[in-house]
């Protein structure tokens, strides 16, 4: 995939906001692997616009953790240890079942819709074996979720823990190992309890079917994915 397929064209006149969101976008969506150099020209070309808010927003992810500035002054996308991959899981259970939970006592007709939506656009994606659009429903699902919860404090840790997350959801399928029927025929049914649990505005059901989602996920990740030593 190249990288002008990954990135969104933006116009020139974008400041460095619009170029950061578009790269978070992208993270988070998994289009971006693990270990790959991020570039301010490639980035730049790629989204129509001139180095320099690029180069702010690439500065400024660096800054999040969510991209990472190596001695040669090279950026690149983080590559996490295996226990570095089981701490942000623990973390994902944790703050996102709540936001699950929190969501299901506050979100409102219009919310749900969208909710199954997205999760119908995902079952869509997945017969057609299309692992990048999967992905970004997957995203579109879950960030619907969270802000539903209505926590303006909350949602910014949960993005930060998929801009480090994303791009390992794609590196399986993209390598050609897996097609991503293999992992998420079954997992798509996690989501369903998930928006049982919203329709019937119960939080604590709600709750277990995130944490189930996110850990029995990660599980399958865990024993699939390439992960760099341990420091």
């Known amino acids: 995939m190249t990288l002008a397929a990954k990135l969104e064209p933006i116009e020139n006149r974008t400041l460095r906001e619009r170029a950061r969101q578009e790269l978070k976008t992208a993270l988070m969506a998994g289009r971006f692997m693990p270990g790959e150099i991020v570039t301010v020209r490639s980035v ?63 979100l409102d007709d219009r919310s749900i819709a969208e909710i199954v939506q997205h999760n119908a656009n995902m079952l869509a994606s997945l017969k057609a074996g299309d692992a990048g659009t999967f992905l970004r429903y997957n995203q579109s699902f879950h960030f619907a979720v969270y802000r539903a919860a209505g926590n303006a404090f909350m949602l910014p840790i949960i993005e930060g823990f998929w801009l480090r997350v994303g791009p390992y959801l794609m590196s399986p399928f993209a390598s050609g190992r897996y097609d991503i029927r293999q992992h998420y025929r079954v997992g798509i049914s996690y989501h369903d309890g998930i928006i049982a649990a919203l329709k019937a505005r119960d939080g604590e059901a709600a709750e277990r079917a995130m944490a189930t989602d996110i850990s029995e996920s990660a599980g399958w990740y865990g024993e699939n994915l390439e992960f760099a030593p341990e420091a």
């Open 44 to 106: 730049a070309e790629a989204l129509g616009t001139s180095p320099m808010p690029v180069r702010e927003a690439i500065h400024a992810l660096v800054a999040e953790h969510a991209l990472q500035m190596r001695p040669n002054r090279t950026v690149r996308v983080p590559v996490l240890s295996a226990s570095g991959f089981r701490q942000l899981e623990e973390m994902r259970v944790l703050i996102e079942s709540k936001a699950a939970g929190m969501a299901a006592t506050r």
